[in-house]
């Protein structure tokens, strides 16, 4: 008999909404969530999303540590959201606006750190690709728009993710195998920072083509961490967009590659 192949269990880590006295509910409360696209863009891959509550904070108990989830879980997958405190690159805020969140930031080095040191694939998405690249020693445009004033428009708040421009793969990378035939093709914008001087160990696999903003980052190394700018949880079918399902599944089967070596040493 055949056993069912066990679902992978992949993190996402949380956003944060810290306490804010303006806020309806739970206003002295710090909140953690995921956004319900991320979750479902997991699950389309057959795998379970799990959210990965942060340990550490103010009201800390019990002795669950970042490897903890790093052993338990199959994968991680970094979201989207607040802007990478400047600090954690080695610089001063612009402007108090671009401050970010520090708390977050430092909650998802460990994880990143957790899990790469358990031999568990990591994905980036958006922030998440900032934060893998300041992870491993890159630096960010705090504000695309003030210090590459010619750069095209990366963020329209007006139309978020509707906001779209043109990627350009670069030819015989890991992404050009997983995507090929799609110069050209067309992905989301939605946000105000990027790469400005990428990670050791990296290699960029796709630029904007009006600018050369970088656009998809990938190791170099035996690690598998891989990351993009755009929000692929966010693309829709029938506006034209590029089909990101190859990068899930090429993720996914990092991650089940990495559980059977686990598995294999037990």
Request: glycine share 8%.
């Amino acid at each position: 008999m055949t056993l069912p192949l066990q679902r992978l269990k992949i993190g996402i880590s949380a956003c944060f909404l810290h306490p804010d006295p303006t806020r309806a509910v739970f206003a002295r409360k710090t909140l953690q969530y995921v956004e319900q696209s991320m979750a479902h863009w997991v699950m389309s891959g057959d795998a379970l999303p799990v959210m990965i509550p942060s340990p550490v904070g103010d009201t800390a108990r019990g002795d669950v540590h970042f490897d903890d989830y790093a052993q338990w879980l199959d994968g991680l997958v970094l979201h989207g959201g607040a802007d990478v405190w400047p600090g954690s690159y080695g610089e001063t805020p612009l402007q108090e606006r671009w401050s970010g969140d520090r708390v977050r930031d430092e909650y998802e080095l460990a994880l990143v750190k957790a899990f790469v040191a358990a031999g568990k694939p990591v994905f980036g998405v958006c922030r998440g690709l900032q934060l893998i690249n300041v992870a491993f020693g890159g630096t960010l445009y705090q504000d695309i728009a003030t210090q590459q004033p010619d750069a095209l428009v990366h963020r329209d708040a007006d139309i978020y993710d509707h906001n779209f421009h043109q990627l350009d793969v670069v030819p015989q990378s890991r992404l050009d195998a997983l995507l090929p035939g799609t110069k050209g093709c067309k992905i989301n914008s939605i946000h105000h920072q990027g790469i400005k001087d990428l990670a050791p160990g990296f290699v960029a696999e796709a630029r904007c083509p009006d600018d050369g903003m970088i656009e998809a980052i990938r190791h170099t190394g035996p690690a598998y961490v891989a990351a993009v700018q755009w929000h692929p949880e966010f693309h829709q079918p029938g506006l034209g967009t590029l089909d990101d399902t190859p990068l899930l599944m090429d993720f996914l089967q990092a991650a089940r590659d990495a559980k059977v070596k686990t598995e294999n040493k037990t």
